[in-house]
């Protein structure tokens, strides 16, 4: 066992769980989106994609372009958080909630591709 490849392993997936906590509940609701799952979340995903920087495969190039995708989404998720709340002084509720959410959903997905390409990369590794 390579204790490299588990502690990738472990990021990328971490990224997603950690992502799709933050997804999950009703969009409009800030109760259901806590704002240090979405820090959480971004942080993760900035470890993994500094992990994906030593790949040097076709692979490895497209789960880093996922990752940079995913933290792309997660930064403007944490942008529009910042604008609504401290300088527009908005409510959370109803559409500002809703377009974070969806910026994390996004995220997500990326996430998910990168698993599934990790999972893909892992199922051809012959020995």
Do not use: C
């Not at 990738?8 to 989106?33: Q, S």
Request: charged share 10%.
């Amino acid at each position: 066992m390579n204790p490299e490849k588990v502690v990738f392993g472990f990021f990328i997936v971490m990224a997603l769980t950690l992502n799709f906590g933050f997804f999950v509940g009703e969009p409009g609701n800030p109760d259901h989106h806590h704002v240090y799952e979405l820090v959480a979340a971004i942080f993760v995903n900035l470890v993994a994609t500094i992990l994906k920087f030593g790949d040097r495969s076709h692979v490895g190039a497209l789960l880093l372009s996922t990752s940079f995708v995913a933290d792309l989404q997660l930064f403007a998720a944490a942008i529009v958080w910042g604008v609504a709340v401290y300088v527009q002084q908005l409510s959370l509720a109803g559409s500002v909630m809703s377009s974070i959410v969806s910026l994390a959903g996004g995220a997500m997905f990326a996430n998910i591709v990168s698993v599934l390409l990790l999972v893909i990369e892992t199922a051809f590794l012959r020995r």
